[in-house]
């Protein structure tokens, strides 16, 4: 079905069934229960006790999974493991009805990329995202969190995932990319949905709304590409058409690949650090207090609710040799799942892990990895965390929980499904 220029379903896309693509999830890659049943609203328990008792293990699907923070931070710091799953043994292949290979692979995103393709995209787009020039941007952040929150006084209330959490981001990465706001009825719905990718086991609706959402994106994105080589401005996707344009240095399907990624990652994850730091505060009022009554606390504050409940909760590598590493045997091939989250409260390397300490000073955490890939958007994400979250507790002393929120069933990225509060 097609609406508008768009694809609604899969069906669209003539000789492939993706209904009988994917099982539904069992979640046996997590134990079978072994370390406990797993809970959306409450991993930790099996985290921990994974930590305690098996933290190199190797899951029923044949990945390492690994949960101490030393272990993870050393992975994730180790040139010899790869982003890209083309080095897993046995190779990756999708069975010929799995919508996935719909998809225009024809340029793998940045997140999976190895040097020296790496290093090379990256570049490209780096300098957008320093610290000195998001900075620049903390002045019209402001201006858009007050507005949500003077809405909110107005109405006595709001949902602080759907109205402060995917608005702000999403309007930054408008601007920040050249996205017209005016479309933004077009695409909502698509990050979600296209973002659920990152998982592994999904049920095949979920698998084809997906894939309908990335092919969605790749064609908004072309037609946006377009009218920027016709007439361009003064914005990030008409600076890489530039680069583009010289040839060497980004290919066109790279281009596509690189500003998806950034729009996706731009605002799916800020949501849910928003989302999840402003539910933990809830749960530990005092130190609401304590952030509330100490601006200064702004940087550390955001860094704390990074690490206790981090919109990412796992990535992974592929040893391109056999390694040995901590003690540890890692055979060339096989996948390694660094589960950050468990890492972050890993109690041999944060004091009282399972508790939100605002002023924590010694505060490295892993949720925007580490490494050659450690997230290029880290430093908008904790602005805008900063501006969003510290605004909201700072203009509404009587915040309160207005129903008990409950996560969405996403593994990778983990966040609330809604957060809604009284002011
Ligand atoms: C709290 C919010 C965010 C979190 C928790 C987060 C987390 C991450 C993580 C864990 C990675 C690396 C994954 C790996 O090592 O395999 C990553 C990479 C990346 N992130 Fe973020 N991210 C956030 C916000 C953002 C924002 C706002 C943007 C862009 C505007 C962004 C753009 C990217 C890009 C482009 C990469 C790929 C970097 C590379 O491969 O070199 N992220 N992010």
Redesign the pocket.
Known sequence: MVDDGRVTEISDVPEVDGSAAAPAPDWSFMGDGRFGAYDWNDPWPVYDRMRAEAPYWQNPEGITVLTRFADCEAV?RDPRFS?SNDHDDPPRVLQPDDPRLLMDTGAQP??FLDPPD?TRL?KLVSKA?TPRSIERLRPRVQVLVDDILDRAADEGGLDVVADLGFEL?VIV?CELLGVPLDDRPQFAGWSSAASRLLDDELTPDVLNEGVVAAINFASYFEDLFAERRRSPRDDLVSGLLAAEEEGDRLSADELGSIVV??FI??HE??MN?IGNGTYALLRERDQLVRWRDDPTLDALAVEEL?RFD???HL?GRTPIEDIELHGHHFPRGRRVMTLVSAGNRDPERFRDPSHVDVSRADNHQL???QG??Y????A??RLE?QVAIGSLVRRFPDLELAEQPRYRDHFVLRGLQSLQVTV
């Open positions: 994730l982003a940045l997140i790496h990256r995202f981001p990465i990624l950034l990652a731009g994850t800020t650090l990074l981090g919109p990412v990535t949720t925007f990895s050659i890939h997230c290029l958007g880290a908008l994400a965390g």
